[in-house]
């Protein structure tokens, strides 16, 4: 069981995960991808913790790709997680910054076990200024078994000099709603100069 995106549905399918349908063509990560993103975030912020990854101030445009994860998505598991690819196109000289969320997977328990794909992407957009930047991240996701539920998160965080790579590191704060209900949901992402 994960999200309840599904409230209505039979209680063996109540939520995206437990389903596991195929009508999806998300291309998801695999658990041990998943694994990998979870510990390459880690890192990042440990050495941002310790000071070893400083921000820096970038001018021009970058494309950048890395990913994202939205936890709390189900009261009944703490252990799930919403894990999908981040795309991001920043003009540090316009001050804007567009993007994408896609190819999202349910995860849960502390080996991040993939529970299923999920259908729907986030759009992201938001604004750069110095070593930071603030975005939204809005859309829709289901597993294909009712309407979804609907995200609306907020992104912040700050560009970093990883030996010489542009690297965004960052929080992500906001609510999952689906129907009359809303729940808070949290989580990180990080992407890296293409």
């Not at 998300?26 to 990854?53: F, K, M, P, W």
């Not at 200024?129 to 979804?148: E, F, N, R």
């Amino acid at each position: 069981m994960t999200f309840k995106f599904a409230l209505a549905a039979s209680a063996a399918c109540l939520a995206l995960a437990a389903c596991n349908s195929s009508n999806g063509s998300s291309a998801a990560l695999t658990s041990a991808e998943a694994q990998n993103v979870e510990a390459t975030y880690s890192d990042y912020a440990d050495r941002i913790g310790t000071g070893d990854l400083t921000t820096t101030v970038p001018t021009g445009q970058a494309s950048m790709s890395g990913y994202m994860g939205v936890s709390n998505v189900n009261p009944d598991d703490p252990t799930t997680t919403v894990m999908g690819e981040l795309a991001m196109d920043v003009d540090f000289d316009a001050g804007t910054l567009t993007g994408k969320g896609s190819n999202f997977g349910i995860y849960s328990g502390d080996v991040l076990t993939k529970e299923a794909d999920v259908t729907g992407s986030l759009d992201v957009a938001g604004t750069v200024s110095t070593s930071d930047m603030t975005a939204t991240a809005t859309g829709m996701m289901s597993d294909g078994s009712s309407a979804g539920a609907d995200f609306a998160l907020d992104m912040t965080g700050s560009f970093y000099d990883d030996a010489g790579t542009l690297t965004a590191v960052g929080d992500i704060s906001g609510t999952m709603t689906d129907g009359s209900d809303v729940q808070n949901v949290d989580g990180n992402y990080y992407a890296t100069e293409n």
